[in-house]
């Protein structure tokens, strides 16, 4: 069964500093990834999603993430963070056999002026 | 268009009554599904539906009961709750039970005195 791993529950950027979330998955068959993002009292937003193809994806709001394959790895970037984007972000995982998605426990982008 | 409505927005029921949870989708997508998330803790699986059939049960108990009249509708039937069963709902949908990328509701959020 497939698993993600978010490396620290919370982090705290500058605004205008960059941001990095960690994401680690393990599947056993090539695995669909997805990032979305949470503001409160809101549902889950769809920020970006791999499934075959470009390793480096880009998504809405500046927002990229890498598949790194050797690293097991989909960590989310932003080179400029803004105010807006302090919200709550879960990376997810699916196997391209199931409909059955893995959330990881989230990590909270908190965002200083 | 890839939205997903779910209503009401805000639910607070006693632990005798009946009410019921709505989703609604109109982008044609043949999977949808339930899931709960508990505060600060990531969305966890219910149900999901395939064309319209219940397909994954992950364990629920039997005082949440799903129903999916139709392609574009999915309910939520809850019943004799108990306060633990205080959360967000959300509901979500895919083209298909294959279908690579989840789109998600606002959710509802229901408390239980």
């Known amino acids: 069964a497939q698993s993600v791993t978010q490396l620290g529950s919370h982090v705290s950027v500058s605004e205008g500093a960059l941001v990095l979330l960690r994401c680690n998955y393990s599947s056993s068959v090539p695995p669909y990834l997805f990032w979305y993002v949470q503001y409160p009292n809101q549902g889950l937003q769809l920020l970006l999603k791999y499934t075959t193809g470009a390793t480096l994806v880009k998504g809405i709001n500046g927002f990229e993430a890498e598949f790194k394959k050797s690293e097991t790895s989909f960590h989310l970037t932003k080179p400029s963070a803004h105010m807006s984007d302090a919200a709550e972000y879960f990376c997810?995982?699916?196997?391209?056999?199931?409909?059955?998605?893995?959330f990881g426990a989230g990590t909270r982008l908190t965002v200083k002026p | 268009d890839t939205e997903v409505t779910q209503t009401p927005k805000h639910l607070v029921m006693g632990m005798t009554n009946k009410k019921s949870l709505k989703c609604e989708q109109h982008m044609g997508h043949r999977a949808m599904y339930w899931y709960k998330q508990k505060a600060k803790k990531p969305p966890e699986l219910m149900f999901v539906y395939s064309y319209e059939k219940l397909s994954i049960n992950e364990s629920v108990p039997s005082r949440f009961s799903p129903e999916c009249p139709n392609s574009s509708l999915l309910n939520l039937h809850l019943h004799a709750l108990q306060p633990e069963d205080s959360a967000l709902y959300l509901c979500a949908s895919s083209q298909d039970p294959s279908g690579k990328t989840q789109y998600f509701g606002p959710g509802t959020r229901l408390l239980v005195l």
């Open positions: 997810a995982v699916r196997n391209n056999n199931n409909n059955d998605m893995r």
